[in-house]
């Protein structure tokens, strides 16, 4: 399965739109991206999910290149609920997904 | 509905001193199932899974076992628990191949 790169860390104002990228130029051509997040002392939560079109759910957008080498996940208005660790995940089969250390949101009041 | 139950939530645990870990879910059958770690700070370490009873797959080894002894019960052990076992120990399972895994609240472990 391919790795990803996020950034570490990021702020956003309450309210406004978080949009966290997310790098995983060795997709392949049958892998998802998947994204969760980790409220502290928790266990992770899943997102959204998509393969090549964008995606909208009640929590989040997904916005995927077209080439598939990079994704962003919306959160459209940011609450202070909503900071957490980020994580962005290519898998195709079910095991084994890497989560690595994913990016830290701030939403600031 | 689908669960998952991971308990405890926290424990804290001599050096040397065994370990059992419980995780089970409810309402599916047949779930592929997960346990990983996190340590302080770092992304999480797939350690074990199983796609059915008496099934195990160990992805690193280490001082750490488990077993599927029935559909839905996942067991993380340890004969003699080291400091470097601390951490944050998640049990996963997947609800079905495209929506992603639901994992549980996850046990806190400190060795001592």
């Known amino acids: 399965d391919a790795k990803t790169t996020q950034p570490p860390s990021m702020d956003c104002a309450e309210g406004r739109a978080a949009n966290l990228p997310c790098n995983h130029s060795?997709?392949?051509?049958?892998?998802?991206v998947y994204w969760y997040r980790q409220i502290h002392s928790q266990g992770p939560q899943y997102i959204i999910h998509?393969?090549?079109n964008n995606e909208t759910n009640e929590m989040a957008s997904l916005i995927i290149t077209e080439d598939r080498k990079s994704s962003t996940l919306i959160l459209p208005h940011a609450t202070l609920r909503d900071t957490a660790v980020y994580y962005c995940?290519?898998?195709?089969?079910?095991?084994?997904?890497?989560f690595g250390t994913g990016t830290r949101l701030t939403v600031i009041p | 509905s689908q669960t998952i139950h991971q308990w405890p939530a926290t424990l804290v645990q001599p050096v040397g001193s065994p370990l059992s870990l419980e995780c089970t879910v409810e309402g599916t059958s047949n779930p592929n199932l997960y346990w990983y770690r996190q340590a302080a700070g770092r992304g999480l370490q797939l350690l074990f899974y199983?796609?059915?009873?008496?099934?195990i797959s160990s992805e690193v080894p280490q001082n750490l076992s488990a077993s599927r002894p029935q559909d839905r019960q996942f067991i993380l052990s340890s004969k003699k628990l080291l400091l470097s076992d601390s951490g944050f120990y998640l049990c996963?399972?997947?609800?079905?191949?495209?929506?992603?895994?639901?994992f549980g609240s996850g046990t806190r472990l400190t060795v001592v």
């Open positions: 998509g393969l090549k």
């Open positions: 060795t997709i392949s051509g049958n892998e998802y």
């Open positions: 199983s796609v059915g009873i008496g099934q």
């Open positions: 995940i290519v898998q195709t089969g079910a095991n084994n997904l890497f």
């Open positions: 996963a399972w997947i609800r079905d191949g495209y929506y992603g895994y639901t």
